[in-house]
């Protein structure tokens, strides 16, 4: 039985859930609008085995529709296909967990205005998790792309001088407690060639269910 909160998730985000066998090219509103970090995401698609749902912007169902019939030549034409040639398609196993592993808290959250963090905790709205060293300089953090009530993706980054520790797992179980208290469930997304990532999913207790996300994004 799928989670319900994942289940309104996907409903809310794709424009469908669930799906019959095969890849179903659904129309969308969220696809032109802008997303967590004020940037449209005009394709996004999850899989769920051999069941997927790829959401566009209702004018362009039809064209990617077509498009998909040939699954091979897919991803490489579809930022062309939904009216953004040059941007970048990512291809990602999805993650989601309802179950974060019990490791102990690590972080604080602070705003994302806060001095010192990189540029890329700085695209989020509201407070970050964080880890700093003992002279305040920072080590790690963790953002939370709100993208609906229902579900929540962790994105999370660790300075390469402390990596090893384990400091991302035990952030991501705590974001991913938090999100859960919130009502919704996390999700984490990671390239499928990024083992470093992969090993952070699985120890903070977000397992390989086979599930894919792809989508085109912003370069």
Known sequence: MLDRRLH????????????????????????TRPAWDGRPRPAIAVHAGASG???VAPDRVASVRELARHP???????????GYPGWAVHDDVFRW?????ALPDVGE???PTTAGLPSWLR????????VCDHRGRY??????????????????????AARGRGLARRLVAQAARRVLDDGAVPTYLHDRRNGASARVAEA?????????SYGVYPS
Not at 204 to 212: E, L, M, S, V
């Open 8 to 31: 309104l998730h996907l409903a809310t985000w794709l424009g469908q859930w669930p799906a019959g066998p095969g890849l179903h090219v659904v129309g969308s509103g969220r696809r």
């Open 53 to 55: 749902v790829l959401s």
């Open 72 to 82: 091979d030549g897919l991803l490489k034409a579809l930022p062309a296909a939904v």
């Open 97 to 101: 967990s309802v179950a974060p592993a």
């Open 109 to 111: 959250w602070v705003p």
């Open 123 to 130: 695209l989020f709205d509201r407070s970050v998790l964080i």
């Open 139 to 160: 080590l790690a953090g963790v953002g939370i792309k709100r993208h609906d009530r229902h579900g929540h993706e962790l994105a999370v980054g660790t300075v390469p």
């Open 204 to 212: 903070a207790g977000f397992p390989d269910r086979g599930w894919r």
